[in-house]
């Protein structure tokens, strides 16, 4: 099982901004959609965005709406995580993977995160 991993992770201050990626071949994602989810230390696993290849189709988690973007390269193969206005509670392992469109549940689960830490 293929698992996807995430890219672009890094520290940045609060209001700043970081850009995520993750590759995935068009072989792994035929009916399904691409999607990022997020998990502090201690806390529950948090699905934040989704596109739907198709037809571009998005779904955002109301945590991160109007400062998040995710994008798809189909040149590139990659979908991307557009961060803006970050805060000190974005701060944690980012993660991307194929998964249903109609929930957040992973096709082949979440692969290798990207850390992500947000200073005041």
């Known amino acids: 099982q293929v698992q996807l991993a995430a890219s672009g992770g890094g520290s940045v201050q609060a209001g700043g901004s970081l850009r995520l990626s993750c590759a995935a071949s068009?072989?792994?994602?035929?009916?399904?959609?691409l999607g990022w989810s997020r998990q502090a230390p201690g806390k529950s696993r948090e699905g934040i965005a989704r596109?739907?290849?198709?037809?571009?189709?998005?779904t955002y988690a109301d945590s991160v709406k109007g400062r998040f973007t995710i994008s798809q390269d189909k040149a590139k193969n990659t979908f991307d995580l557009q961060m803006n206005g970050l805060k000190t509670e974005d701060s944690a392992m980012y993660y991307c993977?194929?998964?249903?469109?109609?929930?957040?549940?992973?096709?082949?689960?979440w692969g290798q995160g990207t850390q992500v830490t947000v200073s005041s």
């Open positions: 993977a194929v998964v249903y469109c109609d929930n957040w549940v992973p096709k082949t689960g």
């Open positions: 068009p072989s792994l994602y035929v009916l399904f959609c």
């Open positions: 596109i739907y290849p198709s037809g571009g189709s998005t």
